[in-house]
């Protein structure tokens, strides 16, 4: 599946004989994308800006070092010109997208078969 969203233009999802997706690969993922996740490691946060974060989006976790931050429409920029206006340092952000097999799992109800 790899080499597939890494070469491919178009691709099509085959279930039981039938097309049941087609499209490029971001298409594809944007399907399943129910809501889009951010992982920030940060400095001087405070646990008022914790609860400011979960008032405005679905899922606000606490992780080592920092939080997730996950809600259907949420953009970059919005959270860390927030995290700035409060005086969080931010060291890193690693958005979370899902695989090709992912979209396939989600599509078929099925696990890749080798």
């Not at 931010?90 to 989600?106: A, G, M, R, Y």
Request: no cysteine; glycine share 6%.
């Amino acid at each position: 599946m790899e080499e597939a969203d890494f070469l491919s233009d178009r691709i099509g999802i085959i279930d039981e004989g039938e097309i049941i997706a087609l499209g490029r690969s971001e298409e594809l993922k944007d399907k399943i994308i129910k809501e889009k996740t951010y992982t920030l490691l940060v400095e001087n946060f405070t646990e008022e800006t914790i609860k400011d974060l979960k008032e405005k989006y679905s899922k606000v976790e606490k992780i080592n070092g920092g939080f997730e931050i996950s809600h259907p429409k949420i953009e970059f920029r919005e959270i860390t010109d927030y995290l700035y206006k409060k005086g969080v340092k931010v060291n890193s952000v690693t958005f979370k997208q899902p695989t090709l097999e992912d979209v396939f799992i989600e599509l078929t109800g099925k696990r890749l078969r080798d």
